[in-house]
């Protein structure tokens, strides 16, 4: 498989769009401030819940658009309300973090714009703009490249949720079906007891403790700090004569915000990609497909004409999937739930989702890959220009070019 993200800087997604600064004499108007987040090898939530300290805010308080990949260098906007917090960047263009443009050290800068009528909400830009260097590609890769993109260029690609989006998963299960079911001890028994490949150590051994003792966890002590509220919730709960779902409701709402918001979205992720995975069943003859295995959400199909054809025949096949393309609807409504999730302060995405992504696709020449030198036989890279809609996934077109 290629190699992404060896370097940080060789990952960048810009955000387009979104509200412009409000500035001038009607900036003392607003109730918002607009700046400009950039960061580096960071994950999105856990540099927030950092910001949040640093600044003496709630983390609620930020409004952003989306998140951001972890290991590569993002921009994005974000606002926070006026006169909260402390040490913020006071006047425009002026910042705080790293002042270095490569964004070392800490890895995160922001900066202010101006004024923000409104909190920024989820979807508020127009667009990503994505330049990323694929390494490690084979000769025979390399070789069949030219045709994919021009099919990827043809067809576009279907809009797929990638395995970033499945995070929370624990070996092949989400905890948020078992939020939407309202199974909230089968959700919290999940999240503190099952383990994954990439627990550390000391959650590792809060979670064994955790599984022998189950249900009665709440007076253990644990070493992985974000397993004490929900455990401290369950305690007060108990006290209370709380019992059953709602004694595991109460542990569930002890979690932050972004991680519970992140188990329904994996959920509504995961309903999508069975519906999508239905519509290109239904439509394409299996030859004319090919399946990549990711895990939880997948396998993800493509629509390909097959390599080896030719000629008539190949423009044929790729006319036929034209046809079926044309015909399939441009939208679809994302999968709900009957469930009242105000009542957990959650909510589902409600709009439409293209089925389909088409974007103007910009490949360098390929290099030799001087970092993957060691690899068996010739290895190339390339860079990857590109902009994709709010919510898709730009490894989703990766594993279309590579698999």
């Known amino acids: 498989m290629v190699k992404l993200r060896q370097v940080p800087e060789e990952f960048q997604v810009t955000e387009l769009g979104g509200p412009e600064p409000v500035i001038g004499s009607e900036m003392v108007d607003c109730e918002h401030r607009l700046y400009l987040l950039e960061k580096r090898d960071l994950d999105t939530i856990a540099l927030l819940a950092r910001l949040s300290r640093h600044f003496n805010l709630p983390r609620r308080s930020f409004g952003l658009s989306g998140f951001k990949d972890r290991h590569a260098v993002t921009s994005q906007k974000v606002t926070l309300p006026v006169g909260k917090g402390e040490g913020l960047p006071e006047n425009i263009g002026d910042s705080v973090g790293d002042e270095s443009v490569g964004l070392t050290g800490e890895g995160w800068r922001l900066t202010l714009l101006g004024g923000s009528e409104k909190k920024l909400r989820s979807g508020s ?12 590609i084979t000769q025979q890769q390399l070789d069949g490249l030219p045709r994919r993109l021009e099919q990827a260029r043809i067809h576009g690609w279907p809009n797929w949720f990638d395995t970033q989006r499945f995070g929370s998963a624990v070996g092949n299960r989400l905890p948020g079906t078992h939020i939407i079911a309202g199974e909230y001890e089968a959700a919290m028994r999940l999240h503190l007891t099952e383990r994954n490949k990439s627990d550390r150590s ?14 009665d966890i709440s007076h253990l002590k644990v070493e992985h700090k974000p397993f004490r509220k929900p455990l401290k919730a369950v305690g007060r709960a108990e006290k209370e004569e709380v019992e059953g779902e709602e004694l595991w409701r109460i542990a569930y709402m002890a979690l932050p915000y972004d991680i519970r918001g992140m188990w329904l979205s994996a959920w509504q992720s995961n ?17 004319l497909l090919y399946s990549v ?39 679809l409504q994302f999968p709900h739930s ?4 105000s009542e957990i302060d959650q909510y589902l995405s409600d709009h439409k989702r293209a089925i389909m992504i088409h974007s103007e696709l910009d490949s360098s020449e390929p290099l030799r890959d001087e970092l993957n030198k060691k690899s068996k036989g010739k290895r190339w890279q390339i860079t990857l220009k590109f902009e994709l809609p709010p919510g898709a996934y730009a490894t989703v077109l990766i594993k279309r070019l590579f698999h």
Request: aromatic share 6%.
């Open 202 to 215: 000391d959650k590792r051994r809060d979670k064994k403790k955790m599984a022998v003792a189950w249900p």
């Open 293 to 331: 295995k990711i895990g939880v959400g997948g396998p993800l199909l493509f629509p390909q004409a097959p390599s080896g054809k030719r000629g008539a025949p190949k423009r044929h096949l790729i006319a036929d999937i034209n046809e079926v393309l044309e015909e399939l609807p441009e939208l």
């Open 338 to 341: 009957d469930l009242d999730l």
């Open 125 to 136: 830009h127009s667009a990503n703009y994505f330049e990323i260097t694929v390494r490690d």
């Open 271 to 287: 309903e999508w990609n069975r519906l999508l995975t239905n519509v290109l069943n239904d439509s394409f003859d299996s030859h």
